[in-house]
């Protein structure tokens, strides 16, 4: 069944091709360092994208990142995610990992990616290969040292907006002098530069651009072709900071200066490319990216402006470095959650039957979706994803067994709920009560049940490698005795909605 875009993801489209139509069959201008204005723009328009040039990076930490890429690369540790957009499933041309704090979670274009935890202190995380504990241990180190850049480019602009100056630079290479803190920051204000750069995901991206002949075309500047299409970063921290680690597989030598005769950007360099989000007056940036630059998108940059990744002629790996808004997107706030559900367990018998505690329609309410939440944001997204996370490390295998074991008991408490709603002599208006707080969850279970099995069937689906083709569970089949329910609730919804029929006056 496909799936109805949401209101934002219309006005989005609507802009775009509101904006294409303004176009018409013309450019928007943008910059490059060739053009004399580039820097001056960049200062005025985007103050708040900072460049890190490679020599500014220690040594020692650009050789073990950029060893730490292809020794994941060499264990086949990144994938192309198969992402959901606009009711499409789109195989995306990047291939990714995300590394970051046990447990933690991020979501993008409707996929959740479960986290290849870091070694941090007190975590259990064993890895399938010793070099792949490097590895992880290598991108915590990189975090702590973007971490550390980041606070001080933020105390940097904080300076620079209290003096109202633009003395500060926006591309700062090996020789500029650092700016300390100073007596102008209170306690309150180092606090929230801390928050906001600290980083508990880094995503990782890799493209063989010459691999990929079908990339998409630039479609507002004439740009060329994306790994990335124009895009904000979704599911961060209000007004927190994204850090970029670059490094384009080319050797030194084989590094260039844009050729001055060349008009717009040199199409063999990757580029990072920013706009001012649904803005036709202000030129875009193409910022070429070297090998070991880093780029730092402070405060609400994110939000107020888009950014594309530009291919190049080499292959390439990013890090890209987030305080993903984990308030629902953590192991631990889904156990607890259900906890919550299962609260309402009064008794369970041998054969698996439960006895409910409550009744009362909040607490039905709450239950019903809670089991959609455990199901279609967590179970059904990891197994989605194939056995892919096998690569690295069993950390997430028990998790995964425990939430499926609290989900078959949530099985067992809505089919209690049905039995209590199907029970002879519940008054009218109790009964009324329960079957308005289940009906509307139940009824998205089956959808979501229905396009899950679907996607997981599909063509593109189908097309992927053994370890990752998309598993459609939890599934069992019709008359299945372990299980209370069927998976199709077609015949239940029908009967609900009967039900709710004959309760209302």
């Known amino acids: 069944m ?46 708040k994208l900072i460049l890190r040039e490679a020599a500014s990076v ?14 994941l690369h060499k264990h086949g540790c990144l994938f192309r995610d198969l992402v959901r957009i606009q009711g499409k499933d789109l195989l995306t041309p990047v291939s990714r990992i ?28 064993k890895y399938n290969e010793a070099e792949i504990a490097v590895a992880c241990q290598t991108f915590l180190k990189l975090n702590s040292y973007l971490q550390v850049e980041t606070i001080q480019a933020l105390e940097e602009l904080a300076a620079k907006e209290k003096a109202n100056i633009d003395a500060v630079p926006v591309c700062i290479g090996p020789d500029f002098p650092r700016v300390g803190m100073g007596s102008s920051f209170d306690g309150h204000d180092e606090i929230d530069m801390k928050n906001r750069a600290a980083y508990n995901v880094t995503l990782l991206n890799f493209m063989d651009p010459q691999k990929m002949p079908y990339l998409k075309e630039e479609p507002y500047f004439g740009m060329g072709k994306m790994a990335v299409s124009w895009h904000h970063d979704e599911n961060l921290v209000d007004r927190s900071a994204v850090a970029v680690y670059s490094y384009s597989c080319e050797g030194p030598e084989e590094e260039s200066e844009d050729d001055p005769q060349l008009e717009g950007r040199d199409p063999d360099i990757w580029h990072v490319g920013f706009k001012i989000s649904w803005d036709i007056e202000t030129p875009g940036l193409a910022i070429p990216l070297h090998q070991g630059d880093c780029y730092f998108m402070l405060d609400d940059l994110n939000a107020t402006h888009q950014h594309c990744v530009l291919a190049g002629l080499p292959p390439r790996f990013s890090s890209t470095h987030r305080v993903a808004e984990c308030s629902t997107g953590t192991l631990e706030y889904i156990l607890q959650r259900c906890q919550v559900a299962l609260q309402n367990v009064r008794e369970e018998a041998d054969n698996g039957e439960i006895s409910l505690k409550s009744l009362e329609s909040v607490v039905l309410k709450q239950g019903e979706e809670i089991h959609n939440e455990v199901e279609f944001e967590w179970l059904r997204q990891f197994w989605f994803q194939g056995s892919r996370y096998k690569k690295c490390t069993d950390w997430w295998c028990q998790p995964m067994s425990q939430l499926e074991e609290m989900w078959r008991k949530m099985e067992w408490l809505t089919s209690a709920v049905l039995r209590e709603v ?9 009964k009324n009560e329960m079957l308005t707080s289940i009906l509307a969850s139940i009824t998205n279970r089956q959808n979501l049940r229905r396009e899950w099995h679907a996607r ?25 005795p372990s299980m209370p329910l069927p998976f199709d609730l077609t015949e239940i919804v029908s009967e609900l909605r009967g039900l709710l029929l004959e309760t209302r006056p």
């Not at 220690?58 to 020794?71: I, R, Y």
């Not at 970051?100 to 979670?105: A, D, L, Q, V, W």
């Open 98 to 125: 995300l590394i970051g704090n046990p447990g933690c979670t991020y979501k993008y274009l409707n996929t959740r990616l479960f986290t290849v935890p870091w070694p941090m202190k007190g975590s259990d995380a």
């Open 422 to 430: 199907r029970r002879e002599g519940v008054p009218m208006e109790q």
């Open 456 to 480: 997981c069937q599909s063509r593109i689906a189908r097309t992927l490698p053994a370890d990752q083709k998309p598993e459609c569970r939890p599934y069992w089949e019709k008359g299945d």
């Open 58 to 71: 220690p040594e020692l930490l650009h050789k073990e990142v950029q060893q730490a890429f292809l020794t």
């Open 2 to 47: 496909k799936r109805t875009p949401t209101a934002e993801e219309r006005e989005r489209e609507a802009k775009k091709l509101r904006l294409l139509e303004e176009l018409e069959d013309t450019w928007l201008p943008y910059l490059t360092p060739k053009d004399d204005e580039f820097y001056q723009q960049w200062q005025l328009k985007y103050p």
